[in-house]
């Protein structure tokens, strides 16, 4: 069975300050695929990351960091000096190479305030 | 470069009737997903084409179909509508298959949201 977890329902920081979104997945897959997308109020979500099983280097992408660690199966999502454009709703999904199904985690809010 | 499009962005339809909602997909791009957003359910994965054959399904009954023409503009049909189905449809294209490369990045199109009345 696969599974995300994204136990954060809602987050609210103050503009400038760092977050860090958390995901933690569950498969019996070996190879993996995880990825990270955005929903601005505006509805239409936005890629922002995609992840295979067997590269656990962190990456960074301007303000935006992910740091996998499969030990913990965790693929947790940080922003940096948040802005308040960064308020959306953040999903984090995995798609097994032997489930053929994309599972999205819950999804977090979150509000950054200026 | 034009993005994702989808047709129709909104609809109503009532109970047992069918639906089929139309994604264009960016040009050159051969594979597109369709995706169900629910205030219930969340985001669920509906199924994959590329190159006009579907390689992944999510879990839903087989009212849910869809297809993939040479263009691989891609059309997913609803058939005996219920009230649950009432949902944004997202659908997204991508260069390549969703399991055959680490790359790969997804462009979505704004949706299609249907309510069954």
Redesign the interface.
């Known amino acids: 069975a696969q599974k995300v977890t994204q136990a954060q329902t809602e987050i609210s920081v103050v503009e400038k300050e760092d977050v860090t979104l958390d995901c933690v997945y569950e498969t019996r897959d070996t190879t993996y695929?995880l990825?990270w997308y955005k929903q601005p109020p505006?509805?239409?979500?936005?890629?922002l990351i995609?992840?295979?099983s067997f590269?656990e280097q962190n990456e960074i992408s301007g303000r935006y960091s992910w740091n996998f660690q499969k030990s913990t199966s965790s693929f947790n999502f940080t922003i940096t000096a948040s802005q308040v454009v960064d308020s959306a709703v953040y999903?984090c999904?995995l798609?097994g190479?032997n489930n053929?199904?994309?599972?999205?985690?819950?999804?977090t809010r979150l509000t950054v305030k200026p | 470069k034009a993005g994702v499009t989808q047709t129709p962005r909104y609809l109503i339809k009532t109970r047992g009737q069918q639906v089929t909602l139309s994604c264009s997909p960016i040009s050159g791009h051969r594979s597109v997903s369709w995706y169900q957003q629910t205030p219930g359910q969340g985001l669920q994965f509906l199924f994959e084409y590329f190159s006009e054959t579907q390689r992944n399904k999510g879990n839903f009954p087989g009212r849910f179909s869809g297809r993939q023409f040479s263009n691989s503009r891609s059309e997913m049909n609803v058939s005996t509508l219920e009230l649950g189905d009432s949902a944004l449809y997202l659908c997204a294209s991508s260069l390549v298959r969703m399991l055959d490369s680490n790359t790969g990045e997804l462009f979505f199109g704004e949706g299609s949201r249907l309510t069954v009345l």
């Open positions: 695929y990825f505006s509805g239409e979500l936005v890629f995609r992840r295979n590269d999903f999904a798609v190479r053929n199904d994309m599972r999205f985690g819950a999804g």
